[in-house]
């Protein structure tokens, strides 16, 4: 099993970032899919969360209106689209496959920092 995550760096206050999250090594339309960040010397938060079949998404409140989440089961990818972002938003992003309470998949994450 393996997540890559892809699409970090440096952006300036306001401007934006698409991260992906590549799967193999298991049924990834089976799966939900998710996205957390931990930000330093903080935990790690749910930002975003999206459904094996894309129908059903839910975001953190402090992300609501800037970031989409969505996948493409084709492709084994799963986006984070980041809008309008905020030096607050600076954090190691991971995202997550999920298939009930205990197959759980983490990435090594990527790291993304917004200046002011």
């Known amino acids: 099993v393996q997540l890559v995550e892809s699409g970090g760096g440096l952006v300036q206050s306001g401007g934006s970032l698409r991260l992906s999250c590549a799967a193999s090594g298991f049924t990834f339309s089976s799966y939900a899919m998710s996205w957390y960040r931990q930000a330093p010397g903080k935990e790690r938060e749910l930002v975003a969360a999206?459904?094996?079949?894309?129908?059903?998404?839910n975001y953190a409140d402090s992300v609501k209106g800037r970031f989409t989440i969505s996948r493409d089961n084709a492709k084994n990818t799963v986006y984070l689209q980041m809008n309008s972002l905020k030096p607050e938003d600076t954090a190691v992003y991971y995202c997550?496959?999920?298939?009930?309470?205990?197959?759980?998949?983490w990435g090594k994450g990527t790291l993304v920092t917004i200046s002011s």
């Open positions: 999206i459904s094996s079949a894309g129908g059903s998404t």
């Open positions: 997550k496959a999920s298939r009930g309470p205990l197959m759980n998949y």
